[in-house]
């Protein structure tokens, strides 16, 4: 039996064609477009490189999306509408915003008009973490980044 094997011209052809459409591909996945997220104040911080580097690629059931490059040591998103995680914001002082302790992680919590801005208290650097209203109860999300923002370093201050 033998193996039906394509003219010289015909293989290719269909090498080409094969090339074009994984080049093809690789530029959709490239083209999607970035998540516009700019570096927090303090980002060049090196907990927040390690914080970064413990960030999950999936969060709420979403993939991470690219970031402009001169946020990616310090941010990352999921998702569109975009959930987005910055580290190097500046600790919230005390306030009589809310506060929501979960797995040992102080948030304070703002609610704005299309979600909630999470930001860590008794941490510096803090983490802010912006959820859209699109994927229900924030605190679902910032409890799957519970490990990585224990990992910034401690103030004293907790909401109790």
């Known amino acids: 039996m033998s193996a039906h094997r394509c003219p010289l011209p015909a293989r290719r052809l269909l090498r080409a064609v094969t090339a074009g459409a994984l080049v093809g591909a690789a530029l959709t996945a490239c083209s999607r477009g970035e998540i ?3 570096p927090a104040p303090m980002a060049a911080d090196p907990a927040c490189a390690r914080v970064v580097e413990g960030l999950p690629e999936d969060l709420a059931g979403v993939i991470r999306q690219p970031i402009p490059a001169e946020a990616e040591g310090s941010a990352a998103a999921w998702g569109n509408p975009a959930i987005v995680a910055r580290c190097g914001v500046n600790p919230p002082p005390p306030s009589t915003d809310a506060c929501l302790a979960v797995d040992d992680v102080d948030w304070v919590v703002q609610e704005l008009s299309d979600g909630a801005a999470f930001t860590t208290y008794g941490r510096s650097p803090a983490l802010e973490v912006l959820v859209p209203a699109t994927y229900g ?6 409890a ?3 490990d990585v923002a224990r990992e910034l370093p401690s103030t004293g201050r907790s909401c109790s």
Do not use: D, R
Request: aromatic share 0%; no cysteine.
């Open 36 to 38: 516009a997220v700019a």
């Open 144 to 146: 799957q980044l519970g």
């Open 137 to 142: 109860q924030g605190a679902s999300v910032v």
